[in-house]
């Protein structure tokens, strides 16, 4: 069985505001630390990886502390997909494996979405808008279907879209789930996270 998880990365409030609000809504989740205006939440609910829980958490955090969000989900190691909201309004999405439950062609559907402007611009990284756009559309090895077990896998992209905006590692490789297994990656302190019970 692979790997699942979901997170929403804001840009903006801090820890402690994040963290009043969602106790205010009575959602049970994990709030990060505030690192470089970066704070991430994994919400209990989210992980049944439902994109309209996720839709509706994710914009009312945004609408709630006026800043960006974006939802993000690892389905079974192999799919990568965000939603990205900005003030409570979706403005962009992505998913890096669009025909994952079936397709029709004989070569698998690029990655859709995902406008690497708009995502660099909401959270203030102008800079990164090449690297990340790259890391959005790549495929396999050379967009050749025979080497597709060498390309880039959904976890991998998910962590190189984050490093590359200069995300901590808190962005990443974890959901809510995952916490409580102590799965977590290298450089997380699992001990500055903050438990709402809901």
């Known amino acids: 069985m692979g790997f699942f998880y979901t997170n929403i990365t804001l840009k903006g409030p801090a820890q402690e505001q994040v963290v009043s609000h969602l106790r205010a809504q009575r959602r049970a989740a994990y709030v ?3 690192i470089n205006g970066i704070t991430v939440v994994y919400d209990r609910e989210c992980e049944g990886q439902h994109e309209a829980v996720l839709d509706t958490v994710t914009a009312g955090l ?16 192999d799919v990568f997909v965000y939603a990205l909201y ?8 992505y ?9 029709d062609a004989e070569v698998p559907p690029l990655p859709s979405g995902g406008d690497a402007r708009a995502l660099c611009a909401a959270f203030g990284v102008d800079a990164a808008v ?36 200069g995300w901590p590692p808190y962005t990443y490789s974890m959901g809510y789930h995952s916490i409580g297994f102590g799965n977590v990656p290298e450089g997380v302190d699992t001990a500055r996270l903050i438990k709402i019970e809901g």
């Open 32 to 34: 990060s630390p505030t």
């Open 62 to 77: 945004s609408r709630a502390l006026q800043c960006p969000a974006l939802w993000a989900l690892l389905h079974d190691d």
């Open 86 to 93: 900005n003030r409570g309004n979706r403005i962009d999405a």
């Open 95 to 103: 998913n890096s494996e669009p025909g994952y439950f079936g397709y």
């Open 130 to 165: 090449a690297p990340v756009d790259a890391l959005l559309r790549r495929w396999w090895v050379g967009h050749d279907v025979a080497n597709k077990d060498e390309g880039i896998l959904a976890e991998d992209r998910h962590r190189a879209v984050a490093q590359a905006l």
